[in-house]
Each structure stands twice: as structure tokens, then as C-alpha cells.
């Protein structure tokens, strides 16, 4: 079975930091992206719901001009062979207009029926008998049946009609004599209100449009009506011109090319008739709930995203204020390390300092079976010098050996430090005895050389001692003995006459006798 071990890691500061505006800001966008396709969802599903809407619409649309022309054609066809079969003697036209009256009062949608000979005069017409005196062959549907021997259903432009004044849509038929010639017209009109009256029934909005139109785009029917709606012509709408020479149906979003409002379109050609039925809901009432839904989202998700900006202000804030407070701590830290291995009189390492760093190049020196060498310094006759200058001179005379010390060793690997009282160390790691006799001889010259005031010294100025002990391949723990070994020799050098140093080379600590004895006299 494998162990897994997670390993936690603290983040810089900087990193913390970034992690914290790149996590707001993650939230922030995933709700903004989160909110953004909802509301285009909304927006979808309510163009989805008024397509559908409109489209039930048409199709009643559609389904009532059906229904009201083919009752209208049946009725005609009726009439038509009739007149053809029995002729309009006088005998029969009292017959005839009581079936067409009867007719007309049977049939839903038809306000007239009328029957014009060949010369356009009215024959008999479902109204009172007295107004047959009128003449209509200047009306287009007289003259299309007149110069087309199709016998099909005529539907035509809307007229004014002249018995009632009312804005009819003539739905005519042929009438053919015996040898198949032009022998007059069968009309049924179809007021304009019946169609209008059936589109108010209609859910659609104040701004919305039903219509129906012939396929040249001459309105039939409008709601909201028209006042020049027998003149009005939608043939260069979007609907004619783009969309019905690509299919019989559909939807659009169009703007109207009669009043100019945008509208969600459905759009079909009423079957088997030469009819366009279509209508549309405004996108101003379609998109005003969810314009309102879209503005509350974007204000609750700006509010939202304000205050996790503000809280990731507020955060940012406090982290940076940790952040200072640690670097300070840390500073502190530092310094109080560097007060706890810096020597606070010489401002060189102390002994805590030397004895770590001793233990580490000891180590070092033991595995890679190389030599170091340690200088142990004290200086000459320095309770006299208490006496005689006090011990702030005293300070200032330690002050003045350690500086000059300082300035004889130059490698980085080596360690100037005050061991105690008058006594300074130098560890010199990779160093051989020769090495650290060169050293330690010129310190003690340059001491000398400073002159600096001793009268208490029979020399008359301050001079030092010191005992060098340089081990090749260390034993592990065989610093303690090197440090006896090296005080030893320093109280060799005082006992010799001072101003002088004493060396020893070992090879192995556990065997402390030298290999070689070098003194250097004063």
C-alpha cells in the first residue's frame, strides 16, 4: 500500500497576495460569466416563447381566411352553375336573389353576393332590387375574369364597396356561356371589419401587427388598422422581398416598412390561396420584463461584486499589514541574531558565534580529511593597562587590537572573534600551520606596529601573544582538545616573554603530540 504525503508549502508574500486578487477576481468574472449566460438564456427563451406565440397566431390567422374565402368560393361555385345551367331570365332572377340573400345570411364573413353579365351591369345581387342599376365593369376582378378564361377562385384588391360605402375583399368567380365564352361575374364580398374584428381577438400587444395581405402586398386585413389601408402596399418589406421567395413560412425579426417597430415575425401563405398571413409582437414588449430581470441581475451581481472587492481590499489590506508586521518581526529577528553572535564592544563575532562556526568547519574539515588551523590572541600585561587608563580606556584600546585584526584576515571563509575578556580567536579553515603562523605573526606585527600606548608594558606599547594549533583530518568531536592545545601554547608564548607565538601542527587530536613545534619570537 503507497503512502501519500501532502507536503504544504507557506506562499511568499507576493505569491499570497496574488493568489488572493487572482481568487476575488475568479469569483468575480465566474459570476459575472454565470449571470451573463442566464440572462442570454432568458433573452432566448423569450424570443423562443413570442416565435411560438405568433406563430399560433398565423396559423389561426391563416385558418380563418381559409375557412371564410373557401365558404365564400363554395357559395359561389353554387351560383355560378346555377346561372350558367339556368340562365337569368326574369323568371328566375327573384329566385336567385332570394337564394343569394339567404346565402348570405347563412354563410359566416359574406356581406354580398352579386352576379354581373358580360357588360359588368348587375344581374341580381343579394340586397333589395332597386339598386341593380349600377355598373362595375371598371372593377379589377371584372376585368381579370373578363380576360382570363381561368374559372378558379379570384381573390382581389380591397375596394369600396358601392352598395354599402365599407371596405370589402371582393372573392369572385367566371361566369362562361353555353360555348364557353364570357358571360359575366359571380362576386362575394368580404368586409374588411369581419377580419378585423376576428385579429382584436388576438393576443398580441399594443405595438403588435396582424395582417393579412395578397402575394403582390396589398393589405387585406391590418391590426392596428389603417386609415390608407386600401392604398397600402408591404411588397417591399422584408417578408416579401427576403423570406417568402426562400419558404412558404417561418420567422423573422423585421422592422416594419409601414410604421418602423421592430417586430418578432410569423410568417405563412395561406394554402392553396394567393394570401400571405403574418403577424408580430414588438421586441419593446417582448425584451421590457427581461430588459427589467437583466438590470436586477447586473445590479445584484455590481453589488456582489463590489463587496468581494471590498473585501478583497479589506484582506489585501490586512495581509499587507502581516506582511509588514513579519518583515518587521523578521528584521528584528535578524538583528537580534546578529546581536546575539556579534561581540556589542568590538562589533566582531563573539564566542556563541565562533563555537557554532567552529563546530561547522570542524565537520567539514573531519569529512573532506583536510586541516584548520585556530589562532588563539591575547594581549600583553592588559590588567596593567586596566589600572593605568581605566577601563574605558580599556574598551578602546580592544577596540583599536580588534579592528587591526580584522584588517590582517581578508578570506571570506575565515572568522575573527572575541573569545573572552582580552582574548581574540581567528578560526582559518583550509589552512595549513604555515599558513596560520604567517597570519598570526602578522597580526602581532601589525599590533606592534600601531603602537599603541602602554605604559604599563615593558615594551612601552601594546603587543599580544598567541598560540597556533593547526590538525590535519580532524577526529569529529576533537575541537575541545585543539582549543586546550591552542591555550596552551598561548601561555607558552606569555611564559617565553609575550610578544611572541607559539605553533603546533596535529595530526589527530586524540594523539595531542606535536609532529612539529614552531615558536616565533618576539
Not at 371598371?138 to 352598395?163: C, G, L
Not at 368567380?173 to 360555348?179: E, F, P
Not at 600601531?450 to 615593558?458: A, Q, V, W
Not at 599580544?464 to 590535519?472: E, N, Y
Request: hydrophobic share 45%.
Amino acid at each position: 500500500m503507497k503512502s501519500f504525503y501532502l507536503v504544504s508549502t507557506r506562499l511568499s508574500p507576493s505569491a499570497l497576495t496574488r493568489a488572493l486578487i487572482g481568487f476575488i477576481a475568479l469569483v468575480c468574472i465566474s459570476l459575472i460569466l454565470a449571470t451573463a449566460w442566464q440572462i442570454n438564456q432568458s433573452r432566448h427563451e423569450r424570443i423562443a416563447n413570442a416565435k411560438v406565440a405568433v406563430s399560433n397566431i398565423v396559423r389561426a390567422a391563416e385558418q380563418q381566411a381559409q375557412d371564410t374565402i373557401r365558404q365564400a368560393d363554395n357559395t359561389l361555385r353554387h351560383l355560378v352553375e346555377r346561372v350558367e345551367h339556368d340562365g337569368v331570365a326574369k323568371d328566375q332572377l327573384s329566385r336567385l336573389a332570394k337564394l343569394m340573400a339567404q346565402d348570405v345570411v347563412n354563410v359566416e364573413g359574406i356581406q354580398g353576393l352579386f352576379i354581373y353579365d358580360a357588360q359588368g351591369n348587375w344581374v341580381a345581387n343579394s340586397f333589395s332590387s332597386g339598386a341593380q342599376t349600377l355598373n362595375n365593369v371598371d372593377r379589377a376582378y371584372f376585368v381579370y375574369h373578363r380576360d382570363h378564361t381561368d374559372e378558379s377562385i379570384h381573390v382581389d384588391s380591397i375596394v369600396k364597396s358601392r352598395t354599402t360605402g365599407d371596405m370589402v375583399i371582393p372573392v369572385s368567380r367566371r361566369i362562361n356561356a353555353a360555348d364557353g365564352s364570357f358571360a359575366g361575374v359571380a362576386l362575394a364580398t368580404v368586409p374588411v371589419a369581419y377580419f378585423q374584428t376576428f385579429f382584436q381577438r388576438m393576443d398580441v400587444d399594443d405595438q403588435g401587427v396582424i395582417f393579412l395581405a395578397l402575394n403582390n402586398g396589398d393589405l387585406l386585413a391590418r391590426r392596428p388598422t389603417l386609415t390608407a389601408l386600401m392604398t397600402t402596399n408591404v411588397a417591399k418589406g422584408d417578408i416579401f422581398t427576403l423570406y417568402l421567395p426562400k419558404s412558404d413560412h417561418g420567422n423573422a425579426v423585421i422592422k416594419s416598412v409601414v410604421d418602423g417597430v421592430e417586430r418578432i415575425y410569423a410568417y405563412r401563405r395561406v394554402s392553396g390561396l394567393p394570401i400571405v398571413a403574418a403577424a408580430g409582437v414588438s421586441s419593446q414588449h417582448i425584451f421590457a420584463p427581461w430588459w427589467a430581470y437583466a438590470y436586477r441581475s447586473m445590479a445584484l451581481i455590481g453589488i456582489i461584486t463590489l463587496a468581494l472587492v471590498l473585501l478583497g481590499a479589506l484582506l489585501y489590506r490586512q495581509i499587507q499589514q502581516l506582511i509588514t508586521a513579519e518583515t518587521e518581526l523578521n528584521i528584528a529577528r535578524t538583528e537580534l541574531e546578529i546581536i546575539a553572535r556579534t561581540d556589542s564592544l568590538t562589533h566582531m563575532a563573539n564566542r556563541r558565534c565562533f563555537d557554532a562556526t567552529l563546530q561547522q568547519e570542524w565537520g567539514r574539515a573531519s569529512r573532506n580529511r583536510s586541516t584548520i588551523a585556530v589562532i588563539l590572541l591575547d594581549i600583553d600585561w592588559f590588567k596593567q593597562y586596566n589600572d593605568l587608563y581605566g577601563h574605558l580606556g580599556g574598551d578602546d584600546c580592544l577596540r583599536q587590537v580588534a579592528e587591526i585584526i580584522g584588517t590582517c584576515v581578508n578570506r571570506p571563509g575565515d572568522l575573527v572573534a572575541r573569545y573572552g575578556g582580552e582574548e581574540f580567536v581567528i578560526l582559518l579553515p583550509e589552512t595549513n600551520l604555515a599558513g596560520a603562523l604567517n597570519v598570526a605573526a602578522n597580526v602581532r606585527l601589525s599590533i606592534a606596529n600601531s603602537l599603541i600606548d602602554h605604559s604599563g608594558s615593558p615594551l612601552g606599547i601594546v603587543t599580544i601573544s598567541s598560540g597556533v594549533v593547526a590538525i590535519s583530518s580532524p577526529l569529529k568531536e576533537g575541537y575541545r582538545a585543539a582549543l586546550e592545545e591552542a591555550d596552551r601554547l598561548l601561555y607558552c608564548a606569555k611564559n617565553k616573554g609575550r610578544n611572541s607565538v607559539e605553533g603546533r601542527l596535529i595530526t589527530c587530536v586524540s594523539n595531542p603530540h606535536p609532529t612539529a613545534v614552531v615558536n616565533f619570537p618576539r
